[in-house]
């Protein structure tokens, strides 16, 4: 897959995934991240790079093998389902962060 304009690198991607506001030599890459089709899977895949992190911190503690993986489990698919629920708000947030037009969904307000 071939790099879009103002694609950022590494540190600024996790600076955008974290919540902060990208420069705007970066504008059109977040344009197509948060509005052209796949959004909903690259916000997913956002959520899970911080998601498996703590989730691994989890298994990590002591305690009994079954108890570890299931709260990662929980961790994992509670924070996955809640990305999804919320997707709507939060690319409209983002969106308006970056000064760029919402799409028009009245259950966005």
């Keep these: 897959?071939?790099?879009l304009?103002?694609?950022p690198g590494v540190l600024r991607w996790l600076r955008f995934a974290v919540g902060f506001r990208l420069?705007?030599?970066?504008r059109e890459w977040v344009r197509h991240e948060l509005i052209d089709a796949g959004w909903r899977v690259r916000a997913l895949i956002r959520q899970l790079v911080f998601l498996i992190p703590i989730a691994a911190v989890f298994v990590a503690l002591p305690g009994s093998w079954g108890v570890r993986v299931a709260i990662a489990v929980l961790v994992i698919v509670g924070g996955s389902l809640i990305a999804l629920a919320y997707g709507d708000s939060l690319r409209a947030a983002r969106l308006r962060q970056h000064h760029l037009p919402v799409p028009d969904d009245r259950d966005l307000g």
Excluded: L, V
Aim: proline fraction near 10%; glycine fraction near 20%; charged fraction near 30%.
């Design 1 to 3: 897959m071939s790099r």
């Design 23 to 26: 420069p705007g030599e970066n």
């Design 5 to 7: 304009a103002g694609d």
